[in-house]
């Protein structure tokens, strides 16, 4: 009998553990976007030590509580480089709170010492979606909204 093994939440369509699970287990990410697709995997998970172990010490906030009313649906890498231990990834996140669709667009920063790569700080900008129920899903599934994430 085998058993599926989940997803990873960064759309890579591996396993968590192929993935960014081995990440948040403490591996290195070796670039800047493996680290960018971990957060983002750890923020739909609710891994907050990861988030804040994976934080730049000069920008990371004291404290990041969980966050149970977002449901992180979709990521899309737009760009990313490196230059040294200076690195960014333009990204663009797809998410839903209650009946609500969001995108939030950011082009972060990331900087490498010790041979990891943490999350400075980043631009972002949050777009609210109003999707009707016979458009595609936000989510990426393909199917209409009233067929995916918007049932019930």
Known sequence: MTHARPA????SG??????????????????????????????????????????HPSTRPAEL?????????????????EEGDAGQVHFRAVFREGRRFGVLEEASRF????GRWTYLDGSPTVTRLKPGRNDPCPCGSGRKLKACCGRG
């Open 8 to 11: 990873c939440p960064c759309g």
């Open 14 to 55: 591996t396993s968590l553990a192929q993935c960014c699970g081995r990440y948040h287990a403490g591996e290195a990410a070796p670039t800047p976007e493996a680290l960018m697709r971990s957060r983002y995997s750890a923020f739909a998970l609710n891994l907050t030590d990861y988030l804040l172990a994976s934080w």
């Open 65 to 81: 509580a969980p966050d149970d009313a977002t449901r992180w649906l979709r990521l899309e890498v737009l760009g990313s480089s």
């Open 111 to 114: 900087r490498r010492e010790g």
